[in-house]
Each structure stands twice: as C-alpha cells, then as structure tokens.
C-alpha cells in the first residue's frame, strides 16, 4: 500500500479510531474522506482539510444516495476503511432491551457495511489495486457477556471479510482485516479497564497497513485469539474482568 496519494474513505470517521486514522493518513498527503452522521462534527473537519459526507448506515436510501456521490465527486476511490460501529452495553438475559438497540447495532456493525462495500465494489475495482480494510474486534472471537449483539456484528464482519478476500481474488481489491484492542473512544469512556490511546494504535498498526498484512492488529490480540480457540474458559476470565 502506498503511503501517500491515495484517496480514503472512512466510515465512522469523525471521532475515536477513524478521526485519528483519517488524520494520520491526510498527514501523509492523501485525500481523506470522512463519513459520518454528526453535521456540525463534520463541517468543523472539513476546516481542518478533510472531505466529508454525511451519510447514516442505518437508512439505506441514505447509503444509496451517498454512493452516488461518491461515484461523481471521488471516482479515483482506492481505500475504503470500514469502521462505523456502535456498541449498547447490555445483559442480554435479563434486561428488558429497547428494540431499537438491537437493531441499531446491527445495522450499523454490519448491514449498512456491507450494503456500503457492494455498492462501492465496482469503483475499487476499477483500480489496479485497492483495498477494503474491515474493523473487527477480539470480541469476534469469544464474546463478552454485557455486549453478545455487538459481539455478534463483529464476528460477522470478521467472516464477511474472509468471504470477502476469497471473492475478490481475481480483482485488484485486497481485504485487510483490522482488530484494534479497546482504545481510548467515546464508545469506551464508560468502560472501566485499560485503554490504549487511539494515537498510539495508528501508530503501531500504520506500517501493518503499508505492509498489507491480512490481520493488522496488536501483539495482545493476536494472544486472544489463541487463547479463544484453545483455552475458552480462560478467554471468559479475561474478559469479564
């Protein structure tokens, strides 16, 4: 992957990991554009020299008429980094749940994604090479107690992003999966556990990324998956600490 002169799409691009891989990549001089819902968020970014859309993954009229735009105003697309994601902690069997959580979740994790991905596909592949990077998590692997939904949508992704790196093998697209610990975002300020600093994640997963690693991630989740598969019962200790 070149470190420069791409043109990045990130969903889920106006706080937490996304913002600051959007503004590590505009750093290096590529064009960077940021999706997101918040209005006023994304026209404070694009005073600092990103492009924006506003688009929720939610609302599939939204994400058809944001495709058109994007195959107008940015058909030189060669990165799509998808990492909107929502998580409502919650006990599953024994909480009365809003529906709406449930769903909510659900389609932004994950359908609004991957109606997102197919609809851009033609524009990827219409690059010598390009790339669909997908934010998963260690909770696709052995999932936690007080998160199964959001749980549920990460695996998904995870096994949407291997069905995905196996249909595209005879276009230029590559899938990277990205697994990033829990970081310090908006989404985790109520979670009382170590936090590692968004800034400090870019910087350790970046040359992963140039290096077009399948699994771009850190040295402890890489732990986690094996303990997940082979010793699940300590998997669940870990995480329910």
């Known amino acids: 992957m070149n470190k420069s002169n791409n043109t990045i799409l990130i969903t889920g691009g106006t706080s937490g990991i996304g913002l600051e891989l ?20 994304l026209n404070q970014l694009k005073e600092q020299g990103f492009e924006t859309l506003q688009c929720d993954l939610s609302d599939r009229a939204e994400i058809e008429a944001t495709v058109l735009k994007i195959q107008v105003r940015y058909p030189d697309l060669n990165i799509l980094f998808n990492n909107a994601g929502i ?8 909480t009365v749940i809003p529906i709406d959580k449930i769903s909510e979740e659900i389609e932004i994790n994950i359908t609004g994604q991957m109606i997102f991905t197919q609809l851009l596909i033609p524009i990827l592949a219409d690059k010598e090479k390009s790339f669909i990077i997908n934010t998963t998590s260690g909770l696709a692997y052995f999932p936690k107690s007080d998160g199964l939904v959001y749980s549920a949508t990460k695996a998904a992704m995870q096994n949407f992003s291997k069905g995905l790196k196996y249909g595209l093998k005879n276009t230029g697209i590559k899938v990277i999966e990205f697994i990033p610990p829990v ?34 991630t850190i040295f402890r989740i890489r732990m986690l998956k094996w303990i997940a598969f082979s010793m699940p019962g300590l998997a669940h200790k870990i995480l329910s600490k």
């Open 183 to 216: 970081t310090e975002t908006g989404m985790t300020a109520k979670r009382e556990e170590q936090k590692m600093p968004a800034s400090e994640l870019v910087r350790k997963v970046l040359p992963q990324l140039l290096k077009e690693k399948q699994v771009v």
């Open 22 to 41: 959007g503004k590590t990549f505009l750093k290096n001089k590529n064009k960077v554009i940021l999706l997101g819902r918040n209005e006023r968020k």
């Open 87 to 94: 998580q409502h902690n919650y006990y599953f069997s024994d």
